[in-house]
């Protein structure tokens, strides 16, 4: 059964970081794309990053692009988002998910083509 645990949540004034993590069990992930979502009340879930299955090469929706980075960590299947510079519009609900993959050059940006979700963990950035 595929588990996935986000943390690193919380409240940040705006400028300020925060570190997310990802737990993913349940399966070897070494054959997916693993992907960062967020979602604010009343919006629809959007892109946020997501990390080709060698960890080669990340994604990034334009709106972050410069300020969070995606990494991951095969070792004990985890997954990061590092967030700087954050703006009171990232203020969301923000989920991890993998999608299986048949090429190490792809990645996903719709959240209907990825295959499970966690909890998520809240991210609040005060102006």
């Known amino acids: 059964q595929v588990q996935l645990v986000e943390s690193g949540g919380g409240l940040v004034q705006a400028g300020g970081s925060l570190r997310l993590s990802c737990a993913a069990s349940?399966?070897?992930?070494?054959?997916?794309?693993m992907g960062w979502f967020r979602q604010a009340p009343g919006k629809e879930r959007e892109f946020v990053a997501a990390?080709?299955?060698?960890?080669?090469?990340?994604y990034y929706a334009d709106a972050v692009k410069g300020r969070f980075s995606i990494s991951r960590n095969y070792a004990d299947n985890t997954i990061f988002l590092q967030m700087n510079g954050l703006k009171p519009e990232d203020t969301a609900a923000y989920y991890c998910a993998p999608r299986a993959s048949s090429s190490s050059s792809t990645y996903y940006r719709k959240a209907n083509e990825y295959d499970y979700w966690g909890q998520g963990t809240q991210v609040t950035v005060s102006s």
């Open positions: 990390i080709n299955w060698s960890g080669t090469t990340p």
């Open positions: 349940g399966r070897t992930f070494s054959r997916y794309v």
